[in-house]
């Protein structure tokens, strides 16, 4: 796509050609850095259509005031005809209002374009891994996984779009304690498909029903050869079954949401493969391992604590509060060892890595972000490595929360909130708060007709334009780029889709996703108050039967508004319907 088709990135271009001639003229010094100019929306939309930094940031290079290096620039602007008027504001901003065919321009642009509008080169086809989701191979996904998997997935889309090749990874963990007893909870299920009455399930084992077919798969394998077989004989067996069992219902219950990842690591295979030792032995080399004893634990030492030599990494050496063990006294890794291992694999086929984890691991980033740090130092070459926490979402019906507890076989599970509300409802409201802020998820709120419900809102508008399409194409009129006969009210409307490029770029750099679908918000808004306009005056509906011209510039207008929605809609995994 040619980036320089949008009117932001046009007017990035306008202004840096403004530069590069001052810089010929020796107002400003040769190659004075301009990566901090920046081109937006000016805070207060009463001063203009953009405003530049641009002297403001260059000023000092350039050994003026800013306001005398504005005035240079707004020269050169001038003479420009898609620049109305360009005005000094403060001590050396530079707002400019744009001529109306900029505007019918970007609209033209955005037919052009269709699903491509928005689509950056930013990312120059770096390879991004985004590893989410993650959630225990112990039974299928409930509510609690929910929205890392969304904000992961959604934020894989977002960096595809903007340029990036995107590896979506999915850590299954499948070689602590954890599976272990998953294995002895299917092997009580196996017991009862062979007619054994069971009883209660012990305290510690799982005791979902979502074991019972499980159970009843393994007796038909194996029949009675492991009733009575010592634990020795058949817990890897076991495991590995159910692992597989347990993998398969969530590669299901995650694309209920719409969610397939590209790669599915096993950290039982990292660890027969010698990763970790490989690992190991890879730092020891670089000297940021060594042999050591740890501090005792802060406050009261237990009374069982003894030091013991380990292989302590130099985790403090980038930042974190102390060296950290990858072994325990036992011989066997911890889940640091483990981890760090997991990280320098995904690095050998990424440029970059970004982790969605549950906010209750942000007591792992440091020594996480401390063993990618000396990856990179290592490996001469920088790995860029992010860490997203995601905060839980309370579940509520009518105000009272829903209890889960994935042990106690109660949980709600993603497939019935799923199939109670649809997938696009819970793929949006994911998104409609910062990932580290609290999240409620009512519901009844989700899927409440309002401006106040989010999902419905966007939705809304979507539907509305096609519909208003479809009694225009009943009554013969179809879109035409007659644009100018678009007036002021119009134009306000195109002015917030054509932001959409920019916030695609800006939701990319930040890593963060739920930037579009506020910006689907504010998009539908201004459509829905244009809308409500044609309620006070008829004058301003969009299909006006005096005037098929008009109506016609006015469909076009509206087609292009759905096609920004969708776009934005489609990063976020959630269907443009129809009708509502």
């Not at 001639?21 to 990566?35: I, N, Q």
Request: hydrophobic share 45%.
């Amino acid at each position: 796509m040619d980036t320089s088709r949008t009117l932001y990135a046009a007017f990035a271009a306008k202004i840096d050609a403004a530069l590069a001639a001052l810089e010929k003229e020796a107002v400003l010094p040769p190659h004075a850095p301009r990566h901090a100019v920046s081109v937006e929306p000016p805070r207060d939309p009463s001063h203009g259509d953009l405003a530049t930094n641009a002297a403001m940031v260059l000023a000092k290079e350039a050994k003026t005031n800013p306001r005398a290096l504005a005035e240079r620039i707004v020269e050169k602007l001038a003479g420009d005809a898609a620049v109305t008027s360009a005005e000094i504001a403060g001590p050396g901003f530079i707002n400019l209002r744009l001529a109306p065919d900029v505007w019918t321009a970007e609209l033209q642009a955005i037919a052009s374009l269709a699903a491509d509008y928005g689509r950056s080169a930013l990312g120059s086809g770096r390879t991004v891994n985004v590893e989410y989701v993650s959630a225990n191979p112990t039974g299928p996904m409930h509510m609690g996984h929910c929205r890392g998997a969304v904000v992961g997935d959604a934020l894989a889309a977002l960096l595809e779009f903007a340029g990036h090749a995107v590896l979506r990874e999915y850590y299954i963990n499948d070689a602590g304690a954890q599976v272990q007893t998953l294995a002895r909870s299917a092997h009580l299920r196996y017991r009862e498909a062979l007619g054994e009455n069971i009883g209660e399930i012990p305290q510690g084992l799982y005791p979902g029903d979502y074991l019972v077919p499980v159970g009843q798969r393994l007796a038909q394998e194996f029949g009675p050869a492991y009733v009575a077989a010592p634990e020795s004989e058949w817990l890897d067996l076991f495991r590995h079954r159910t692992v597989a069992a347990m993998m398969e219902m969530i590669r299901k219950d995650l694309a209920l949401l719409g969610i397939h990842h590209d790669v599915f690591s096993s950290e039982a295979e990292l660890q027969s493969a010698g990763k970790p030792e490989a690992a190991e032995a890879w730092l020891r080399e670089q000297g940021l391992v060594y042999d050591g004893i740890l501090e005792a634990p802060k406050g009261k030492t237990p009374e069982d604590w003894e030091p013991v030599e380990l292989p302590l990494f130099r985790a403090t050496r980038y930042g974190d509060d102390q060296d950290r063990p990858l072994r325990k006294s036992d011989g066997s890794w911890t889940y640091f060892g483990a981890d760090l291992a997991y990280h320098m694999q995904k690095a050998e086929n990424a440029d970059e890595l970004i982790d969605i984890w549950g906010a209750d691991h942000a007591g792992t980033v440091k020594r996480i972000k401390a063993a990618v740090a000396a990856l990179s130092e290592g490996r001469g070459r920088s790995i860029p490595f992010d860490v997203k926490l995601v905060q839980m979402v309370q579940l509520l019906r009518g105000g009272e929360p829903v209890k889960m507890s994935k042990r106690a076989g109660t949980f709600v599970t993603l497939a019935d909130v799923v199939g109670e509300v649809g997938k696009d409802v819970v793929r949006f409201t994911m998104l409609t708060r910062k990932p580290e802020a609290q999240m409620d998820f009512d519901f009844a709120k989700v899927v409440e007709a309002s401006k106040d419900n989010p999902v419905f809102y966007v939705q809304y508008a979507h539907a509305r334009i096609r519909s208003t399409l479809r009694k225009a194409l009943e009554q013969g009129v179809q879109p035409s780029d007659q644009l100018h006969l678009l007036g002021s009210d119009e134009l306000e409307l195109v002015k917030t889709a054509a932001q959409f490029p920019r916030e695609v770029e800006a939701a990319a750099k930040a890593r963060e996703p739920h930037r579009i679908a506020f910006y689907l918000y504010d998009l539908a808004a201004a459509f829905h108050a244009f809308w409500n306009m044609g309620n006070d005056d008829p004058e301003k509906r969009i299909i006006l039967a005096h005037d098929a011209e008009l109506t016609a510039a006015r469909l076009f207008l509206a087609t292009q508004i759905g096609q920004v929605i969708r776009n934005g809609l489609a990063i976020l995994g959630v269907e443009a319907v129809e009708e509502l």
